[in-house]
């Protein structure tokens, strides 16, 4: 009778196995959660980057305000809109969705004409969004503005921020060697200095900024 020999793994070729198995898994799981780190690091930062451009821009925005009854300073504590003064070059209308430059490159024959923008920033909490809306009024002389103060030419909003999780804007009325903030709403009178606190959702602490106004008046064009 011809025998027929089993050939196979003893129980410790399998106990190795598995360990070099388990092994192989182990450094994969380890090299796929280092990557992910380093990716949400990586998110982070670059939304650290947006937060910190958006608070520069909005303090570009507020050291360009001025007082000017027309078109008012209002402050809550969510949102704030101010007039806002921009410098155009060969002033023409502004054509639709183009946004103005705050100052356009001047041309020999080039004579700067005041701008009037109602410049409003809101943030939306139940959608995370913070949104910048610029209401161009199309008028370089201020006394016609004044007589059409609702007559506007080009309105234009975007989104600047999404998954933002706080953002507050508080207000120190008047100058003293300590500033007092508060988020109560003004809408008399440019305060003397505004506290921004901006955090996004991917952001382990929030950015605060704290703007100075310098208070400006309205230009008059020449010969006025």
């Not at 000017?68 to 402050?75: E, Q």
């Not at 209308?93 to 700067?112: F, G, K, L, M, R």
């Not at 508080?170 to 506290?195: D, Q, R, V």
């Amino acid at each position: 009778m011809t025998k027929i020999r089993l050939s196979g793994f003893t129980l410790i070729e399998l106990m190795i196995a598995s360990v070099l198995m388990a092994l192989a898994g182990l450094a994969a799981y380890h090299s796929y959660s280092q990557g992910i780190l380093v990716w949400k690091k990586g998110q982070e930062n670059s939304n650290q980057d947006k937060a910190l451009l958006t608070m520069e821009r909005i303090n570009r925005d507020l050291k360009n305000t001025f007082s000017f009854s027309p078109v008012g300073f209002n402050g809550e504590e969510t949102k704030i809109s101010f007039p806002y003064l921009t410098l155009k070059y060969d002033w023409t209308q502004p054509e639709e969705n183009v946004e103005t430059e705050d100052i356009s490159a001047a041309t020999e024959s080039s004579v700067p004409l005041p701008l009037i923008t109602k410049m409003t920033y809101e943030y939306n909490q139940s959608e995370g969004k913070l949104s910048r809306l610029s209401e161009i009024y199309a008028y370089p002389n201020l006394d016609e503005l004044k007589v059409n103060p609702d007559d506007t030419k080009k309105e234009s909003s975007r989104v600047l921020l999404e998954d933002v999780e706080i953002l507050k804007f508080s207000y120190a009325i008047t100058k003293t060697p300590e500033l007092s903030f508060s988020n109560n709403a003004i809408n008399s009178g440019i305060p003397y200095a505004i506290k921004i606190e901006l955090k996004l959702k991917s952001m382990k602490n929030a950015l605060t900024r704290t703007i100075i106004i310098p208070i400006i008046k309205p230009p008059r064009n020449e010969g006025k």
